[in-house]
Nanobody, 121 residues
Framework: VQLQASGGGLVQAGGSLRLSCAAS????????MGWFRQAPGKEREFRAA????????MYADSVKGRFTISRNNAENTVYLQMNSLKPEDTAVYYC???????????????WGQGTQVTVSS
């Protein structure tokens, strides 16, 4: 599966952004999907995941109540709605696909190219 992330940008603290990740191929609905971020000089870290059907989600503690992951299997797309953004959310955000539902980076074998999110104070 090939992934293309979009929707990043510059936003003020307290604002919102919605990231999209479009997938190619008819097998999208078989994959569990995740969003990760990577700030300069730091390791890539988990933000949110959704299982193949959309019935289960999981979040990093720091984004619970602020971020919402969702998917539309008919449109081969996964979303990350980010509200109440903080300057510390600034990073490149990546979508990824996995055959196993989870938060560990090593589960994900397919990655998009990343989209920059910058939150100003």
């Amino acid at each position: 599966v090939q992934l293309q992330a979009s929707g990043g940008g510059l936003v003020q603290a307290g604002g919102s952004l919605r990231l999209s990740c479009a997938a190619s191929g008819r097998t999208f609905r078989t994959y569990n999907m995740g969003w990760f971020r990577q700030a300069p000089g730091k390791e890539r870290e988990f933000r949110a995941a959704i299982n193949w059907s959309g019935s289960s989600t999981m979040y990093a503690d720091s984004v619970k109540g602020r971020f919402t992951i969702s998917r539309n299997n008919a449109e081969n797309t996964v979303y990350l709605q980010m509200n109440s953004l903080k300057p510390e959310d600034t990073a490149v955000y990546y979508c990824a696909a996995s055959l196993t539902f989870g938060r560990r980076l090593e589960l994900y074998g397919y990655w998009g190219q990343g989209t920059q999110v910058t939150v100003s104070s």
